[in-house]
């Protein structure tokens, strides 16, 4: 005789599938932004004491407690904050297969929600769009830039099919998947009408430039200040910060004496047009590398993975 024995965790998978509603995943979204059972109950048109029942129930259905009542309310705890990542990842890949159904009985092209760096845009990002517009004419494509860190946020709340980054600014890497494709060097550039400069320049020459600067801990923003630091420099006091590449390059062309930090593809895209100069200064911080980010575990739509494999062949001939 063959006894089939479930582990406890298969047991929990099963009841929890079983029992898990969409509502209570709702409720702990709502419960994370408003820290307060009688709002969530609110905006959720539920009754207070409904909102209870259900915060009970999914407690139950995991055995844990997943909020810490506070002075400001209720805080998730660690527990917490795991069943609110995945309260957000299934409603809004639920409501992703929803949308792809609707497409696929209308005869739409569908939609795709791309992260990426500012470094892969000019050279990898259009020349992989121009593919698959080719391929899929009535594709409806959503770009979002940012940091990698960001990026992997809206990744791991399903709000973003892939990613072009990094994923080794994540404290868990190994949670996506990852193919690298490239480099992201980093020019030094000035306003189009900086004087002379045409032989290269050191460095340390840049001392009393005024610097526009991206907000701190900002992967361009971390490298100037490494920069700054083998040059035997102080960092730049008298800053102008913004995360805006307009606001960068809008800043730049109006000036003679200021300076900034912008990945080469990009660097190079307005220098053709005329509304900034790349400086001769050789950087000593090597290229950091980018590539693909997916969810592990995830699987991507049909034109995902088309764009995917456009990205990757963009990056060979790039």
């Given at each position: 005789m063959v006894m089939n024995i479930m582990n406890p965790a298969d047991q929990t998978v099963k009841m929890v599938i079983g029992k898990l509603r969409i509502k209570q995943l709702q409720l702990l979204i709502a419960l994370s932004e408003h820290k307060s059972l009688h709002k969530a109950a609110t905006v959720m048109f539920l009754t207070q004491s409904a909102a209870s029942k259900a915060l009970q129930e999914i407690e139950g259905m995991l055995e844990v407690t997943l909020f810490d009542r506070t002075k400001v309310g209720l805080v998730p705890n660690a527990m917490g904050h795991c069943a609110i990542r995945y309260a957000k990842l299934i409603t809004t890949e639920l409501g992703n297969f929803c949308r792809e159904v609707s497409d696929i009985q209308s005869g739409a092209g569908g939609r795709l929600a791309v992260g990426t760096i500012m470094g892969a845009i000019p050279e990898i990002l259009i020349s992989a769009l121009n593919w698959i517009r080719t391929a899929h004419p009535h594709l409806a494509v959503e770009v979002v830039e940012g940091t990698s860190r960001h990026l992997l946020d809206l990744l791991d709340d399903g709000q973003l099919d892939l990613v072009i980054g990094r994923s080794g600014v994540s404290a868990e890497p190994y949670e996506y998947n990852y193919f690298p494709i490239g480099e992201e060097p980093i020019s030094v550039v000035a306003g189009r009408n900086y004087p002379g400069a045409a032989e290269g320049m050191a460095f340390e020459s840049l001392a009393d430039h005024r610097w526009i600067v991206y907000p701190k801990k900002m992967p361009l923003r971390v490298l100037l200040e490494k920069e700054m630091d083998l040059?035997?420099?102080?960092?730049?006091?008298?800053?102008i910060e913004t995360g805006s590449t307009f606001a960068t390059i809008a800043i730049l062309h109006k000036s003679i004496?200021?300076?900034?930090?912008?990945?080469?593809?990009?660097?190079?895209?307005?220098?053709?047009?005329?509304?900034?100069?790349?400086?001769?200064?050789?950087?000593?911080?090597?290229?950091?590398?980018?590539?693909?980010?997916?969810?592990?575990?995830?699987?991507?739509?049909?034109?995902?993975?088309?764009?995917?494999r456009a990205v990757r062949e963009q990056s060979l001939a790039h």
């Open positions: 040059a035997g420099l102080p960092s730049p006091v008298n800053v004496d200021v300076v900034a930090l912008l990945p080469t593809d990009v660097a190079r895209m307005f220098a053709q047009a005329g509304l900034i100069r790349i400086l001769p200064v050789a950087l000593k911080i090597p290229a950091n590398t980018f590539g693909i980010v997916t969810r592990k575990g995830g699987m991507p739509t049909a034109v995902a993975e088309l764009f995917i």
